[in-house]
């Protein structure tokens, strides 16, 4: 048995143990993998029936902050038709042990199968005793906008104080201050420092964002952004970032895209990852379609993707369909 067989790979929220023949073993155990604030095991037991188990390592931090989980698993055979095997999404489930989460299979496995585990959200229990939060949620939300020193020139945005320039979006306008962008982005402070058109109308043109965009866009500069906001308009703060060369922006959109890869977006971010060059985000879309095998489960919207996409960005994916092919 080689250490291979107890290793389970992971990409932002989603690991896959691979099991190569359980016939020879009644008992395995996974070793250690990451993901979110833990370390995690996966086991499976066979007997008649089938049993795999998904719990947290035992730690001081799982039994001071056990995590309250929300996943889906899939047991996907690795041969023939790939057949799949589906439990039911679970939704913040507490988890301290072995015990907490057993799925006991009846249909009959043979061969190697795939043992898939897609984490939707982790959340631990509130210090204050209100509602759990999200690790991911917070994380993100801490990192950008929950500094008080900002509170102040927020509400210079909100409150228009002394706002000093008009950005002209593609449905509405926003005033904001020109030193605060000139501060934040060497593409605004070229503006308001040569004799532009910018300078001479205290107007900034800005049609290909939205208003509701643009305002997540200011929000972010003056550092009073919520997570939500953050989200849902994270691929327009993508291009803003890149357009106006704030590299902290962009490097938080890149982190960001990568946590919650899934099948209804992965393509579209593998190709704005290949569009403004976010080497993290392209190996994360491109593990999670090829070595994990979800390229299989969108034949339909890939073929389309295919037609339209980058030919090089498509001869990628080919090369790395192909080295799995050789490897397995």
């Known amino acids: 048995m080689t250490d291979s067989a107890y290793r389970v790979e992971t990409t932002s929220r989603l690991a896959q143990w691979r099991i190569e023949n359980l016939a020879s073993c009644t008992y395995r155990k996974s070793d250690p993998f990451k993901i979110g604030k833990w370390n995690w095991h996966l086991s499976v037991e066979k ?33 023939g038709d790939r057949k799949c095997l589906i ?26 199968f795939i043992i898939d585990v897609e984490f939707l959200d982790l959340k631990i229990a509130s210090p204050d005793g209100t509602e759990p939060y999200s690790i991911w949620g917070e ?13 102040s020139l927020g509400r210079m945005l909100s409150e228009s104080i002394h706002t000093d320039i008009v950005i002209n979006s593609s449905n509405g306008t926003i005033s904001a201050h020109r030193a605060v962008l000139a501060s934040r982005s060497p593409v605004f ?35 009073n952004i919520g997570n939500e906001e953050f989200l849902t308009h994270r691929l327009a703060l993508l291009q803003a970032a890149d357009k106006y060369d704030i590299s902290d922006l962009k490097e938080a959109c890149h982190e960001s895209l990568m ?22 985000l392209k190996d994360s879309c491109m ?10 489960d969108i034949r339909d919207d890939f073929n389309v993707f295919v037609q339209c996409a980058d030919r090089e960005l498509i001869g990628e994916i080919f090369n790395e369909v192909l080295a799995v092919w050789k490897g397995f």
């Not at 209804?264 to 990852?273: D, G, M």
């Open 47 to 79: 007997n008649r029936t089938l049993f795999v188990k998904l719990y947290p390592e035992i730690s001081n931090l799982t039994r001071d902050n056990p995590p309250i989980a929300s996943f889906i698993v899939r047991v996907v055979s690795s041969v």
């Open 87 to 112: 439990h039911p999404e679970v939704t913040d489930k507490q988890l301290k042990n072995n015990e907490d989460f057993i799925w006991s299979i009846e249909v009959p496995l043979t061969g190697k």
């Open 139 to 151: 994380a993100l939300t801490q990192r950008q906008s929950n500094n008080r020193a900002l509170t």
């Open 189 to 223: 402070r070229s503006m308001f420092s040569h004799d532009l058109k910018e300078k001479e109308m205290s107007a900034i043109n800005i049609s290909d964002m939205s208003i509701e965009s643009c305002q997540a866009f200011l929000h972010y500069i003056y550092g």
């Open 259 to 280: 946590e919650d890869i899934d099948t209804k977006n992965v393509l579209e971010r593998l190709q704005n990852a290949s569009l403004y060059q976010l080497p993290k």
């Open 287 to 296: 593990r999670y379609l090829v070595k994990f095998g979800k390229i299989y």
